[in-house]
């Protein structure tokens, strides 16, 4: 089965704790990206990638990292820089030409 | 800078059409797109324009005029499932290939 996978589910940080997102793709998709979804708002863009070993602030990278070392692999590191880091975060993944963004189930990042 | 503005939230019956409006402002558009969200779900995708006009898929249809910065997405016989929300998203050359999304329209479908 190709797709996007998430983990975890639900994630807790505590205060002055980075903690790390995983997304994994297996539909040989050159771009990927992260986003986060607040209540009742929509989703903006943290960093996305259009090819591995490189990647691209987004609207609101500050307290967030990335890296792309392999094709499939895009794993979000959300620091103790980020004061606000309670969301839903869903990572996407297209191929290079970008018709469409597939998402992942998403993952729930809540703090202690 | 960028703008996406549509509707917060709409209201209809099963059986009925609903069109759901969206405007946006961008520099170096390349396409709009319509994703579904339901409640605590990942978006999943619905339509793609790049060009002016209609794009039909079964009981969704999607319209663009580029001219106007205007989109709308159409549902038709809507079915209580549809209950959901509905996020337009653009496409600019601004930043790659990633979308800037609108904060989408909840949609709830009564009997």
């Known amino acids: 089965d190709g797709g996007i996978t998430q983990s975890p589910k639900y994630l807790f940080r505590k205060e002055g704790q980075n903690v790390t997102l995983s997304c994994e793709q297996n539909?040989?998709?050159?771009?990927m990206y992260w986003y986060r979804q607040d209540p009742g708002q929509g989703l903006r863009l943290i960093y996305y990638?259009?090819?591995?070993?490189?990647?691209q602030k987004g609207d609101i990278a500050e307290g967030y990292s990335v890296s792309r070392e392999k094709k499939e692999s895009f794993p979000l590191t959300v620091t103790s820089a980020q004061k606000n880091p309670t969301a839903f975060y869903l990572c996407?993944?297209?191929?290079?030409?970008?018709?469409?963004?597939?998402f992942g189930p998403g993952t729930r990042l809540l703090v202690l | 800078g960028q703008n996406i503005d549509q509707p917060t939230e709409m209201t209809a019956t099963e059986g009925a059409i609903v069109q759901i409006n969206c405007t946006y402002q961008?520099?170096?558009?390349?396409?709009l797109f319509w994703y579904q969200q339901h409640a605590g779900e990942a978006p999943t995708f619905l339509s793609y324009n790049v060009l002016d006009g209609l794009e039909e898929k079964g009981r969704f249809s999607s319209f663009l005029s580029r001219s106007k910065g205007y989109s709308y997405l159409l549902l038709k016989e809507l079915q209580m499932k549809d209950s959901a929300s509905y996020l337009c998203a653009v496409r600019s050359n601004q930043a790659g290939t990633a979308l800037i999304f609108g904060k989408g329209t909840t949609l709830s479908v009564s009997s």
């Open positions: 961008t520099s170096g558009f390349n396409g």
């Open positions: 539909l040989n998709h050159d771009a």
């Open positions: 996407a993944s297209s191929t290079g030409s970008g018709e469409t963004q597939y």
């Open positions: 990638s259009q090819i591995v070993n490189d990647f």
